[in-house]
């Protein structure tokens, strides 16, 4: 390429000229220094570092240095091993994932005891039948505890059994003599859960008395059935045979121990056998024989006047009349029929039952006009059991 005078390129376009402007003056870049070799793209920064590592590294300079004062007393590797350790530990207790807190076991839930049919037994051992929660049935951490309170006795654990494979689980519990009140609880690595409701169990094993206060041994009885009344154990279950004609009753005894069975005779002398069974399955019996009598169902009739005079009419009048079984006691809730006949007026009928004490009575008032002469009063008494009997009286109306 040619070039001008100025050794300048033909390319360039010519300055212009100056104006007054001083030419500058070419600079040219100073060479780098002796420390600085080229340059350089702009440095990453990372993150910093948390301030328990920070504290940590001081901690490990620091160990470091004592390590030179040591290393002059042979002491180097055993400082060398414990920075070591003191890093590692460091090291793995700032990379390590944090650990969970352990979850809480819970307490189970209170384990239920089925109820006995029947609490009162003679047998010294039972079974109590557990039913634990759902989900525990099989868990050898679990165990149920069993406790036991006698009479004015507070609970105390007698046993401790394993969890049966299914949600019931049996326990044979040995009893004592009288009251055995049962409860059980769950027992795990949680604690122990609250108590189950109590199951009772009496163990009883003496025969109850069976005492007949009606009728007497060796009594008379008017009626083709006898009666008969006592006391025993509350809810002992009693069965009377009569041996002369095969009949038999079943009953049982009341709460308070009472007891009232009916049992047919036949002629002669019946020997009737009483047998009961408590609830705990206890036996006894007692006898007795009654002879079975020829009394009859009677009433008697009375006024209150048998003679009524004309000139002290209208005059009231009351008829009485008293039943008496075939065995000479009054007789309750029987039919009564009084009929009252005055010469002159309409005979007077009423109707009635008898009382506790086996008394009716009737209360009508005598008119005037009435005829002079002999009337009459009469009762009947009927009962389904002894069937009927009547009585009468005079009664005489005067001038």
């Not at 109820?115 to 010294?124: A, G, L, V």
């Not at 099989?138 to 007698?158: C, E, F, H, N, S």
């Not at 009469?378 to 069937?387: C, D, I, R």
């Amino acid at each position: 390429m040619t070039t001008r005078r100025d050794q300048r390129p033909p390319h360039v376009r010519p300055r212009p000229p100056s104006t007054g402007r001083p030419t500058p003056v070419k600079v040219k870049p100073r060479p780098p220094g002796p420390t600085r070799l080229s340059g350089h793209r702009p440095i990453k920064h990372h993150r910093d570092l948390p301030i328990i590592a920070k504290l940590g590294l001081v901690a490990a300079i620091g160990l470091m240095g004592l390590g030179v004062v040591y290393l002059g007393i042979g002491g180097l590797s055993t400082l060398v091993g414990g920075v070591g350790a003191a890093l590692g530990g460091f090291v793995d207790q700032i990379s390590a994932t944090s650990t969970p807190r352990p979850s809480v076991v819970s307490i189970s839930d209170a384990p239920s005891l089925r109820q006995p049919s029947e609490p009162y037994t003679s047998d010294p051992n039972v079974d109590l039948v557990v039913v634990v929660p759902r989900g525990l049935a099989g868990d050898p951490a679990q165990r149920i505890r069993v406790y036991l309170a006698l009479a004015d006795q507070a609970p105390v654990a007698i046993q401790d059994a394993p969890l049966a494979a299914a949600p019931t689980t049996i326990i044979p519990v040995e009893l004592t003599k009288g009251i055995n009140d049962f409860s059980v609880t769950i027992v795990g690595p949680a604690g122990e859960s609250d108590p189950s409701a109590v199951v009772r169990y009496v163990l009883d094993e003496q025969p109850p008395k069976i005492t007949v206060t009606s009728p007497k041994n060796g009594g008379v009885v008017n009626r083709s059935a006898v009666t008969i009344k006592g006391k025993t154990q509350a809810r002992t279950t009693l069965l009377a045979r009569n041996e002369s004609n095969g009949s038999s009753i079943a009953g049982t005894a009341e709460a308070d121990g009472t007891f009232s069975l009916s049992l047919a005779l036949s002629n002669g002398v019946n020997k009737i056998t009483i047998s009961g069974t408590d609830p705990a399955g206890n036996v006894s019996e007692a006898s007795l024989s009654v002879r079975r009598g020829t009394g009859k169902l009677t009433v008697a009739l009375s006024a209150s006047a048998y003679t009524i005079k004309v000139t002290s009419l209208p005059q009231a009048i009351t008829l009485s009349a008293t039943l008496i079984d075939p065995d000479g006691k009054p007789l309750p809730d029987a039919d009564i029929t009084f009929t009252l006949s005055i010469p002159g007026i309409p005979t007077v009928t009423a109707d009635g039952k008898t009382d506790k004490d086996g008394k009716a009575t009737f209360k009508t008032t005598v008119p005037k006009g009435v005829d002079i002469g002999k009337g009459s009063a009469s009762v009947l008494a009927s009962s389904s059991e002894f069937g009927s009997t009547e009585d009468f009286t005079v009664i005489t109306i005067q001038k």
